[in-house]
């Protein structure tokens, strides 16, 4: 019998992938005014699958002295952009709101869900030391 099901490896390689599609969201929005700037995203459910047949994710380092994370073959970056600004801009301001704004509440889901999981198997544990 495994301690920790489908479920909640399902559920830690979605936060970590939700976590990772906010940094590319969020920087899609900082450059909403730099020329040229392609916005970037990534297939989610995709990128799941492939973590969950092995591939694992690989998460972004931004100091050398946070710790390592597992590696993997890497995430597959989109670009994407239907929309162009007379300066080559293809980020659509609001587009990319509305994407960050569905993630935040889909990575907040998932969190939500594992705690509860985390809490059930901590009373399990509690209550048979009794």
């Known amino acids: 019998m ?3 099901d489908k479920t909640i490896e399902l559920l830690q390689r979605g936060i970590a992938l939700s976590w990772f599609r906010h940094g ?3 920087s899609n929005i900082a450059n909403v005014e730099t020329p040229g700037f392609e916005p970037r995203d990534i297939d989610f459910k995709a990128e ?3 973590a969950l047949r092995g591939g694992g994710i690989e998460l972004l380092r931004t100091n050398p002295r946070h710790l390592g994370a597992e590696r993997s073959q890497g995430i597959r970056i989109l670009y994407r952009g239907d929309w162009e ?3 080559g801009n293809r980020v659509n301001l609001e587009k990319e709101a509305v ?3 569905e993630n935040y509440l889909h990575y907040m889901a998932m969190l939500r869900i594992l705690q509860r999981k985390l809490e059930r198997l901590k009373y399990t544990i509690s209550e048979g030391g009794r």
């Open 48 to 50: 799941l699958e492939k």
């Open 2 to 4: 495994e301690l920790f």
């Open 85 to 87: 600004n007379p300066d």
């Open 24 to 26: 590319l969201l969020a």
């Open 99 to 101: 994407e960050l704004a």
